[in-house]
Nanobody, 125 residues
Framework: QVQLVESGGGLVQAGGSLRLSCLASGTTFSINTMGWYRQTPGKQRELVAYISSGRSTNYADSVKGRFAISRDNAKNTVYLQMNSLKPEDTAVYYC???????????????????WGQGTQVTVSS
């Protein structure tokens, strides 16, 4: 059974930093491309960053240059370092393995149907 547990969110002022963690159990973690998603009320969940099994990374334009994704396969954990946070980064953040569609992970779907509880990030102005 897949279990995804996110942590590390909180309330921070604009310009601040947070580091999110996601522990993935019951998955083939080391061979999966892992991603961080975020969701705000009334909007679809969006992929903001992903990291391949070979540690190649990619970021949505909205977070490029400010966020950094990394992984520790020995700990089945993926991280998201968030710097220079903006109020528009306020969201619930989730992790999942990602699949690609026509060569694009942003067009693909999350691998697992069972999402974790997410971790709330709130950035005040």
């Amino acid at each position: 059974q897949v279990q995804l547990v996110e942590s590390g969110g909180g309330l921070v002022q604009a310009g601040g930093s947070l580091r999110l963690s996601c522990l993935a159990s019951g998955t083939t973690f080391s061979i999966n491309t892992m991603g961080w998603y975020r969701q705000t009320p009334g909007k679809q969940r969006e992929l903001v960053a992903y990291i391949s099994s070979g540690r190649s990374t990619n970021y949505a334009d909205s977070v490029k240059g400010r966020f950094a994704i990394s992984r520790d396969n020995a700990k089945n954990t993926v991280y998201l370092q968030m710097n220079s946070l903006k109020p528009e980064d306020t969201a619930v953040y989730y992790c999942n393995a990602v699949t690609s569609y026509r060569g694009s992970y942003y067009a693909g779907h999350p691998m697992y149907d069972d999402w974790g509880q997410g971790t709330q990030v709130t950035v005040s102005s």
